[in-house]
């Protein structure tokens, strides 16, 4: 990764930017955001960035401080992102220009809102304060030991009973064990993606590779390009990935029109096929998320071949070539080809209860956009729900059932996460916010619900649509004669 002081001339004198100024230029072009009052020029290193351009174009021209501290280690703020600064940020409260709006009685309902997440703004970065105070944010490598263990045992099961099995029950058996050790290091790959292990980019980095890609066939890079973006615009239809999924899933009827996806940077088409499984996709589910596994083959293969800019390319293919050689080998040892194919099935489809858990916490969450001034933590809060379950069932989840605090703190171990809950909770009554948590039944029935009022729509959208081909037919029908005459006469 090249140097950043080879992307930013020297500051000369102090600079200073107001909201208009930012506007106009990033309307200009450049690529400009503002962290703890102070304006950072990205333009240069963007390409570089390691969570994707995406994630930084999300945040130009305001102010993403709680998105970048949330997302980053402490030493990006304190020693790295200092070289791209160019100015001081003056907000709307201290501008001049906005002195007379700031004073007016009639504020409209952009600025009372603006001042209110302000406040929830304040209250979230205090609550930061508590949770490192209270050493939260701090990595037990007493539990990744333990995890370890189970990963191994989970492993070495899968291994002993494809290699000295003797019968169906055996090989299902070892298929099982396989599918647990997929789902399970996925936690610790996540970890790794968040650099929230060894708190060093290249160390958890090899981590991540490690995991994702030598044990699971998976790119590490094309996970952290989509969810770095899935955290900044959580559950916004045009710019998560989480929750564009056409033609197999709608989670809001705003999908029905189309939209270009800014992520795939392609129109996503609301099509026979997408209206035929979208008025499906309730009971269709499960089913898809069990072969939810495969396409994540296929996003790791297509990320790594077309990504413009990435350093671990290599690596990455390296992990990848292993994993494609060392699971054939595995699998071959089956004494059938029926045996085989059964065996690929049940190891990949029983890792959906991943897939499962995750969108569970956003498939049935608001998809709306209230605009730039809403606060990081009400934005995570409102798209975002909690599982609740006994504590001897955290293992299972992997502490990620607490997705709303995850997305509060992404890089808190996830550990930390249910020790949490209790700040969390506590941050939400003082601002008025709510938390949202439910139990795994709980939240299945909302998510089968939410999918359901979408796709019970479907019919009604097809109708119109045909109502209005019709209306605009039957028009041609009644102008064209009139033209035609026209032309007669002329």
């Not at 980053?72 to 906005?98: C, G, M, N, T």
């Not at 992520?263 to 979208?278: G, I, L, P």
């Not at 990320?303 to 390319?313: I, T």
């Not at 941050?427 to 299945?444: D, P």
């Amino acid at each position: 990764m090249p140097p950043e002081s080879t992307y930013v001339e020297p500051l000369t004198k102090r600079n200073v930017i107001n909201k208009s100024q930012l506007d106009a230029r990033c309307k200009a072009g450049e690529i400009l955001i503002v962290v703890n009052h102070k304006v950072y020029k990205l333009d240069k290193w963007i390409k570089h960035h390691p969570g994707g351009q995406l994630a930084i174009r999300h945040c130009i021209g305001r102010d993403c401080t709680d998105e970048v501290k949330a997302l980053h280690p402490d030493y990006v703020l304190e020693k790295k992102i200092k070289y791209f600064e160019i100015a001081d940020y003056l907000p709307r409260e201290s501008d001049p220009d906005f002195e007379p709006l700031l004073l007016s009685n009639k504020k409209s309902k952009e600025d009372v809102f603006a001042t209110q997440e302000a406040q929830v703004s304040a209250a979230y970065r205090q609550l930061e304060q508590r949770l490192r105070a209270n050493h939260l944010f701090e990595t037990n490598y007493i539990n990744y030991a333990w995890e370890f263990s189970r990963y191994l045992t989970l492993f070495t099961m899968a291994i002993v009973l494809n290699l000295y099995g003797t019968c169906t029950m055996h090989y299902m058996a070892s298929a099982l064990c396989l599918a647990m050790f997929w789902h399970q290091i996925s936690f610790f790959a996540h970890d790794a993606g968040h650099n929230s292990i060894s708190h060093n980019l290249q160390i958890d980095n090899g981590i991540g590779i490690f995991l994702a890609d030598f044990l699971g066939g998976l790119s590490i890079g094309w996970w952290k390009k989509s969810h770095y973006v899935h955290h900044i615009v959580t559950n916004h239809p045009i710019h998560d990935p989480d929750i564009q999924h056409l033609p197999f899933f709608a989670v809001t009827t705003r999908i029905f029109k189309g939209f270009f996806s800014t992520y795939h940077q392609k129109e996503m088409v609301f099509d026979r096929a997408a209206q035929f499984f979208v008025s499906y996709q309730h009971y269709l589910y499960y089913p898809i998320m069990m072969m939810g596994r495969f396409n994540l083959y296929i996003q790791s293969m297509q990320f790594l071949m077309f990504e413009p800019v990435y350093p671990y390319r290599k690596q990455e293919i390296v992990g990848l070539t292993v994993y494609w050689i060392w699971y054939p080998l595995f699998i071959k040892q089956l004494p059938t080809w029926n045996m085989i194919f059964a065996y690929v099935m049940v190891s990949h489809m029983f890792t959906f209860m991943l897939h499962v858990q995750i969108t569970l916490s956003h498939f049935g969450m608001s998809t709306e956009d209230l605009g730039e001034y809403e606060s990081f933590a009400a934005k995570m809060l409102r798209t975002t729900m909690d599982v609740d379950c006994p504590l001897w069932l955290d293992w299972f989840h992997g502490g990620l059932q607490f997705q709303a605090i995850h997305h509060l703190f992404p890089r808190m171990p996830r550990h930390n996460l249910r020790n949490a809950q209790p700040y969390v909770r506590e941050f939400c009554e003082e601002v008025g916010l709510t938390y949202h948590i439910h139990g795994f039944a709980k939240g299945n029935s909302i998510v089968y619900s939410a999918l359901k009022d979408v796709a019970d729509q479907v019919g009604f959208f097809v109708e119109v649509a045909k109502h209005e081909a019709k209306e605009y037919i039957d028009a041609q029908k009644i102008v064209l004669p009139d033209m035609e005459e026209t032309k007669k006469d002329l």
